[in-house]
T-cell receptor, first 114, second 112 residues
Framework: NAGVTQTPKFRVLKTGQSMTLLCAQD?????MYWYRQDPGMGLRLIHY???????AKGEVPDGYNVSRLKKQNFLLGLESAAPSQTSVYFCASSPAYGLAGVPYFGPGTRLTVT | GESVGLHLPTLSVQEGDNSIINCAYSNSASDYFIWYKQESGKGPQFIIDIRSNMDKRQGQRVTVLLNKTVKHLSLQIAATQPGDSAVYFC???????????FGAGTILRVKS
């Protein structure tokens, strides 16, 4: 049981390039989330999904797209990377909605956009 | 632990002492709270949670206290160890909301 895994661990992009971050969970969780963490700040929600085939916007969705084609995977895409998207990205999953759904986090992807 | 931008509040304690990390939450409608620990280079790790119908909950070496009157949460760590050194985040959630809102975090440094 690997929990939540993220690929890649590190990436450097040039402004305008695109990339996809992959998140996978093997806990059969319904809910999945993408957060970003900037220095000295808490995590901010980018997008989330409440089930296979569904996605919704979080606090800071601009410049990102997501897809949840399979229950165990949640992809985060950057179509045209900008330096402001330099951050550490965390994926999380939780078993349920509401009070019972404690999100469990992956190890993170450190992205630098030059 | 109020956010001060890039400079997170830091708590330094001696090994073996008790630690108290504080958090002020923002939404009076929040009814679920979680404490996470984040070690350098890792993702946040769940420590303990508490619902708004409780004012205290204990785990192994950790206690969370909730004061809804002043919207304040604290995490107490007993007999702090070097392995407790990390950034600690509180997070609040509203039952009918979809997002977990995180505080900026507090750095805990344990001196041996």
């Amino acid at each position: 049981n690997a929990g939540v895994t993220q690929t890649p661990k590190f990436r450097v992009l040039k402004t305008g390039q695109s990339m996809t971050l992959l998140c996978a969970q093997d806990m059969n969780h319904e809910y999945m989330y993408w957060y970003r963490q900037d220095p000295g700040m808490g995590l901010r929600l980018i997008h989330y999904s409440v089930g296979e085939g569904t996605t919704a916007k979080g606090e800071v969705p601009d410049g990102y797209n997501v897809s949840r084609l399979k229950k165990q995977n949640f992809l985060l895409g950057l179509e045209s990377a900008a330096p402001s998207q330099t951050s550490v990205y965390f994926c999380a999953s939780s078993p349920a909605y509401g009070l019972a759904g404690v999100p469990y986090f992956g190890p993170g992807t450190r992205l630098t956009v030059t | 632990g109020e956010s001060v931008g890039l400079h997170l509040p830091t708590l330094s304690v001696q090994e073996g002492d008790n630690s108290i990390i504080n958090c002020a939450y923002s939404n009076s409608a929040s009814d679920y709270f979680i404490w996470y620990k984040q070690e350098s280079g890792k993702g946040p790790q769940f420590i303990i949670d508490i619902r708004s119908n409780m004012d205290k909950r204990q785990g192994q070496r950790v206690t969370v206290l909730l004061n809804k009157t002043v919207k304040h949460l604290s995490l107490q760590i007993a007999a702090t160890q070097p392995g407790d050194s990390a950034v600690y985040f509180c997070a609040e959630k509203w039952e009918y909301g979809n997002k977990l809102v995180f505080g900026a975090g507090t750095i805990l440094r344990v001196k041996s």
